[in-house]
């Protein structure tokens, strides 16, 4: 168990549809980060949140927003689906205060756009 | 253009034996590499780094090889155990351990045979 806590763990939707993901971090983490695994693809860095605020952008569509609450949770909103939207959604936080390189990452949420 | 390319996507080891896994990244910025280790229905879990200031981390029956002239790493695991069967992503960040916005290769999935 990494300690980040991601819902919901499945979703199934139509096109043009919009969903919200949402992420807790671990505890004490300040910095939350979005990736997306594609069908055979590697893990693609979407977005990041450091302590509420936007700190980088990735590959992150303009249909896709995030945003981080005080209590630090954070969520990914995906607007006007397509089928190629279709993917495993992580989140992940990072230690605060300790340049590791790692990352926690939750169990994914799996969207299926139909 | 992939970045970090792991060519083979699928490797079978028997157990006791040694497993190479290879990666090979074309960004020359790329200074911190990271393997990650995923079991299906889990998110990726950290598994071992390396500093492009370094050619070679250990830790247990883990090893990392760094060769920056060739811009390939690899990870070798001995002995290889029927646990270490996961799908294993090769990450790496252009600006230091610090860095947490990895960009991924696409996994290369490990059987060890019993």
């Known amino acids: 168990d990494s300690g980040v806590t991601q819902t919901p763990k499945h979703l199934i939707t139509a096109t043009g549809q919009r969903v919200t993901l949402r992420c807790s971090p671990r505890?004490?983490?300040?910095?939350v980060y979005w990736y997306q695994q594609s069908l055979d693809q590697g893990l693609q860095f979407l977005i990041q949140y450091y302590n509420g605020e936007e700190r980088a952008k990735g590959n992150i569509l303009e249909r896709f927003s995030a945003q981080q609450f005080p209590d630090l949770h954070s969520e990914l909103n995906l607007s006007s689906l397509e089928l190629g939207d279709s993917a495993l959604y992580f989140c992940?936080?990072?230690?605060?205060?300790?340049?590791?390189?790692?990352?926690?990452f939750g169990e994914g949420s799996r969207l299926t756009v139909l | 253009d992939q970045q970090v390319k792991q060519n083979s996507p699928s490797l079978s080891v028997q157990e006791g034996r040694i497993s190479i896994l290879n990666c090979d990244y074309t960004n020359s910025m790329f200074d911190y590499f990271l393997w990650y280790k995923k079991y299906p229905a889990e998110g990726p879990t950290f598994l071992i780094s390396?500093?492009?200031?370094?050619d070679k981390n250990e830790d247990g029956r883990f090893t990392v090889f760094l060769n920056k002239s060739a811009k390939h790493l690899s990870l070798h695991i001995v002995p290889s155990q029927p646990g270490d069967s996961a799908v294993y992503f090769c990450a790496a960040s252009a600006n230091g351990a610090g860095s947490y916005q990895l960009t991924f290769g696409k996994g290369t999935k490990l059987s060890v045979i019993p």
């Open positions: 505890s004490g983490d300040l910095s």
């Open positions: 390396i500093s492009s200031i370094k």
């Open positions: 992940a936080s990072s230690p605060t205060g300790m340049d590791t390189g790692e990352l926690f």
